[in-house]
């Protein structure tokens, strides 16, 4: 029996999760919150705080004041104003929000759902999904992926949109992280039907850039180039264009082990890699194509549970560790991922570094945490704003309590972090000093009818895809 015989025979009509559960039922919204100003003064007292900060360092007990959403000091003793609205860090951890360095919003629409046949795979599934998506559904969508994301604790995102098939698309994907106080990259990228002849449309990029420079709301965004494959003939002449308009510029390359070899080498022989080029996935790397890459400064981001669930090999960690190349991780798509937990995936990331190296010591939490932090900073070009905890920086952080049943003891902080934390555990996320979510829940007024919205997008394609 195939899967459209089964979801047509079965009383389960969907398997996704996105239409058969809530998961903002923990996410009640704080009614009429007072931590919903950026403009207040706050200090986080007495808390443990992982600053990734060299400078700064651990503090196994320390306070962090922010006013008007900068980090004005942070130490083990810190002065503040009579007004300062104090948070209690006792037994609680802060560290840096999480960077997600790569992620494709718009697929959630489509949540666990490829993977029984291949011609129902998550590249056959996805180009009958986004064919269907309107504007409107984009930002719905890409939404309830933000709200999912904060809630898990990640405070900027690198989201790599190829569905942008009308200016309408592109804007709602703008128009989501505005609405939901997400920090982030927005990668305008090609769609699922453009043809290698068709030009990538720089008249319409150009017209997002002028609105996001005019208007205020999308002043934590970046707009950058979603590059089209290695095999599009015009791919020179779109990096010089993203460049020349300021742009950086991410591309999937040599992403399946035995198919996708070479295609690292190709952009070197181009003369493009740059310090402003992200690859995504790169299980094909060879060690030349990692001393390319090294020595252009260019960065490679991990999706370990997308690329192990649809069958690329496993994340070239230890290649990517003996060239030093600046790593960072992503959930990718929660199509294949399940979820949005970064945590757990760098946990993944911990165990696959161990096995394929068969050294228990490889992977060090310090680093892991790294790559979801300052490392993902860098990548999306805003490690001057975020990605540590310094005076100076855009308060972006979380804070985790430490009594929880899975999230105590007295391990080494940052393993505990690696190995044990979850959203659940995620008592505050905080964006440019605005709080977002508050004793656990989320401080948006309508994550019900968020969810409700995109469980209706969800139903309403799925009955689509599998009516033609």
Do not use: C
């Given at each position: 029996m195939n899967r459209r015989d089964f979801l047509k025979n079965s009383s389960l009509l969907s398997l996704s999760p996105l239409l058969i559960s809530n998961p903002f039922d923990t996410m009640t919204p704080t009614l009429e919150s007072k931590t919903l100003s950026n403009t207040g003064v706050y200090l986080i007292k007495d808390a443990e705080i992982l600053s990734m900060d060299t400078a700064i360092g651990h503090l196994q007990k320390g306070s962090i004041l922010i006013e008007n959403g900068v980090i004005k000091a942070i130490g083990s003793t810190v002065s503040f104003p009579a007004n300062a609205i104090i948070i209690d860090g006792h037994n609680a951890v802060v560290m840096p929000g999480l960077i997600d360095s790569h992620w494709h919003l718009w697929t959630s629409v489509m949540r666990s759902m490829p993977g029984y046949s291949s011609d129902e795979g998550y590249f056959p599934m996805s180009v009958k999904y986004s064919r269907l998506m309107s504007g409107p559904d984009m930002k719905i969508i890409s939404k309830y992926s933000l709200a999912e994301a904060i809630n898990s604790g990640i405070t900027s995102i690198s989201d790599f949109n190829h569905n942008t098939?009308?200016?309408?698309?592109?804007?709602?994907?703008?128009?989501?992280?505005?609405?939901?106080?997400?920090?982030?990259?927005?990668?305008?990228?090609?769609?699922?039907?453009?043809?290698?002849?068709?030009?990538?449309?720089?008249?319409?990029?150009?017209?997002?850039?002028?609105?996001?420079?005019?208007?205020?709301?999308?002043?934590?965004?970046?707009?950058?180039?979603?590059?089209?494959?290695?095999?599009?003939?015009?791919?020179?002449?779109?990096?010089?264009?993203?460049?020349?308009?300021?742009?950086?510029?991410?591309?999937?390359?040599?992403?399946?082990?035995?198919?996708?070899?070479?295609?690292?080498?190709?952009?070197?022989?181009?003369?493009?890699?740059?310090?402003?080029?992200?690859?995504?996935?790169?299980?094909?790397?060879?060690?030349?194509?990692?001393?390319?890459?090294?020595?252009?400064?260019s960065s490679i981001t991990m999706t370990p549970y997308s690329e192990m669930r649809v069958g690329y090999g496993f994340p070239p960690i230890k290649i990517l560790k003996k060239y030093a190349i600046l790593t960072g991780v992503g959930i990718d798509t929660v199509a294949l991922s399940g979820d949005g937990n970064l945590f757990s995936t760098l946990k993944l990331l911990k165990n696959?570094?161990?096995?394929?190296?068969?050294?228990?010591?490889?992977?060090?939490?310090?680093?892991?945490?790294?790559?979801?932090?300052?490392?993902?900073?860098?990548?999306?070009?805003?490690?001057?704003?975020?990605?540590?905890?310094?005076?100076?920086?855009?308060?972006?952080?979380?804070?985790?309590?430490?009594?929880?049943?899975?999230?105590?003891?007295?391990?080494?902080?940052?393993?505990?972090?690696?190995?044990?934390?979850?959203?659940?555990?995620?008592?505050?996320?905080?964006?440019?000093?605005?709080?977002?979510?508050?004793?656990g829940k989320l401080t948006y007024p309508n994550t019900n009818q968020l969810f409700e919205e995109a469980q209706e997008v969800s139903k309403r394609i799925q009955r689509q895809v599998e009516g033609s």
């Amino acid at each position: 029996m195939n899967r459209r015989d089964f979801l047509k025979n079965s009383s389960l009509l969907s398997l996704s999760p996105l239409l058969i559960s809530n998961p903002f039922d923990t996410m009640t919204p704080t009614l009429e919150s007072k931590t919903l100003s950026n403009t207040g003064v706050y200090l986080i007292k007495d808390a443990e705080i992982l600053s990734m900060d060299t400078a700064i360092g651990h503090l196994q007990k320390g306070s962090i004041l922010i006013e008007n959403g900068v980090i004005k000091a942070i130490g083990s003793t810190v002065s503040f104003p009579a007004n300062a609205i104090i948070i209690d860090g006792h037994n609680a951890v802060v560290m840096p929000g999480l960077i997600d360095s790569h992620w494709h919003l718009w697929t959630s629409v489509m949540r666990s759902m490829p993977g029984y046949s291949s011609d129902e795979g998550y590249f056959p599934m996805s180009v009958k999904y986004s064919r269907l998506m309107s504007g409107p559904d984009m930002k719905i969508i890409s939404k309830y992926s933000l709200a999912e994301a904060i809630n898990s604790g990640i405070t900027s995102i690198s989201d790599f949109n190829h569905n942008t098939r009308t200016f309408e698309h592109a804007k709602a994907g703008l128009d989501a992280f505005a609405e939901m106080d997400m920090r982030g990259q927005f990668l305008y990228g090609d769609h699922r039907d453009l043809k290698e002849s068709d030009p990538t449309n720089f008249a319409e990029i150009k017209r997002l850039l002028e609105l996001v420079a005019k208007d205020k709301k999308y002043q934590k965004i970046r707009l950058d180039l979603g590059s089209r494959s290695v095999k599009y003939p015009k791919i020179q002449e779109d990096w010089n264009n993203a460049r020349q308009l300021g742009m950086r510029i991410v591309i999937h390359a040599s992403s399946r082990v035995n198919a996708h070899e070479g295609e690292i080498k190709k952009l070197h022989d181009m003369g493009i890699l740059g310090k402003d080029v992200n690859i995504i996935h790169g299980n094909a790397i060879t060690e030349q194509e990692a001393l390319y890459v090294s020595r252009a400064g260019s960065s490679i981001t991990m999706t370990p549970y997308s690329e192990m669930r649809v069958g690329y090999g496993f994340p070239p960690i230890k290649i990517l560790k003996k060239y030093a190349i600046l790593t960072g991780v992503g959930i990718d798509t929660v199509a294949l991922s399940g979820d949005g937990n970064l945590f757990s995936t760098l946990k993944l990331l911990k165990n696959v570094g161990n096995a394929t190296t068969l050294d228990e010591f490889y992977m060090n939490p310090y680093e892991l945490l790294e790559m979801a932090t300052i490392n993902g900073a860098k990548i999306l070009g805003i490690d001057n704003v975020v990605g540590s905890l310094a005076v100076g920086k855009q308060a972006d952080l979380i804070l985790m309590r430490k009594d929880d049943l899975n999230f105590s003891g007295n391990s080494q902080t940052e393993r505990l972090v690696i190995e044990a934390a979850s959203a659940a555990n995620i008592d505050l996320v905080m964006i440019g000093g605005k709080i977002l979510k508050e004793n656990g829940k989320l401080t948006y007024p309508n994550t019900n009818q968020l969810f409700e919205e995109a469980q209706e997008v969800s139903k309403r394609i799925q009955r689509q895809v599998e009516g033609s």
